[in-house]
């Protein structure tokens, strides 16, 4: 088996284990803004560590500008990601979250002139009838997708594309990447951090509970890192597509133990939805 297989699955391990750390918050009742203060502070160390030989490379408005979009991206796509855990089931709300490539590559494609391949398009074709789907009654199922939560996954997608948009800005603009992110996330604690200190200390969870959201999103800052780590490594030694469809596996991984701790199961339109994004993710790392 090649490296980068390995290194593939092991960043679809650990973004599926943070994925699990989000639930786990939301199943418990967390408060979010313990959470992601955990998950930005211990991400942003993480990257700061990663990114310390390119910090001579750090100055100027650019990175400073990109480094905000880039957060702005990240807390509200993470922050309705949390929502959408809380009402509708794990392993639905990762694949539909995974959407936002789609916007990312409409808008290379008319800003950048990048060419949309036909896997691509297909792909994306997919996505849009998941979305579909999951919001009609399929062979005889008698309850929908609870609209709520797909106004938040629509959100989600569009702050998450913001986010990864902006990365590929930056990058088309040679800053370093790593470093945007570092910053980005400094940004996002310095954020959740002002509004613990507003509210005095003050949460309707109980202190156990917030403790818990610390330690939960710390860890989950740690771990997305490392997925994130090993998909770059990978990505450098391996095809592109192939990278890709491994690591959407965090999904199915995430379906399977929100099965296995939490008793959650799909009806049989949100099936159907789940198999479609599924097979959209594929069908664009065929590129």
Not at 68 to 83: C, D, E, H, K, P
Not at 144 to 151: D, L, V, Y
Not at 179 to 194: E, G, R, T
Not at 214 to 235: E, K, Q, W
Request: charged letters at 10%.
């Amino acid at each position: 088996m090649e490296f980068y297989i390995i290194e593939a699955m092991l960043g679809a391990f650990m973004f599926g284990i943070g994925g699990m750390l989000f639930k786990l918050n939301a199943h418990a009742h967390g408060d979010d803004n313990y959470f992601f203060l955990g998950l930005y502070t211990v991400g942003a160390i993480c990257f700061l560590i990663d990114g310390y030989e390119e910090l001579g490379n750090f100055g100027g408005m650019a990175y400073y500008i990109m480094a905000a979009i880039v957060g702005l991206g990240s807390a509200g796509g993470n922050y309705t990601f949390s929502q959408g855990m809380r009402l509708g089931p794990a392993g639905l709300t990762s694949a539909f979250a995974k959407a936002n490539i789609v916007i990312v590559i409409l808008i290379s494609s008319l800003y950048y002139g990048e060419i949309i391949s036909l896997s691509e398009g297909l792909g994306i074709l997919f996505f849009f009838a998941a979305m579909v789907v999951v919001n009609i009654k399929v062979g005889g199922s008698t309850k929908e997708t609870s609209g709520k939560w797909f106004f938040i996954l629509l959100a989600c997608i569009l702050l998450l594309a913001f986010r990864n948009g902006g990365l590929k800005v930056a990058n088309e603009m040679a800053l370093s990447g790593v470093l945007v992110i570092a910053f980005a996330y400094i940004y996002c604690a310095i954020y959740f951090a002002a509004i613990l200190i507003k509210k005095g200390g003050q949460s309707k969870a109980p202190k156990e509970t917030r403790k818990k959201s610390l330690i939960y999103g710390s860890s989950c800052g740690f771990v997305s890192f490392g997925g994130l780590y090993f998909y770059v490594t990978a990505l450098k030694t391996g095809p592109g597509g192939v990278v890709v469809t491994i690591f959407s596996l965090d999904m199915f991984f995430i379906l399977i133990m929100s099965y296995l701790f939490f008793g959650e199961r799909l009806n049989r339109n949100q099936k159907i939805g789940f198999v479609l994004s599924a097979m959209g993710l594929a069908l664009i790392g065929l590129k």
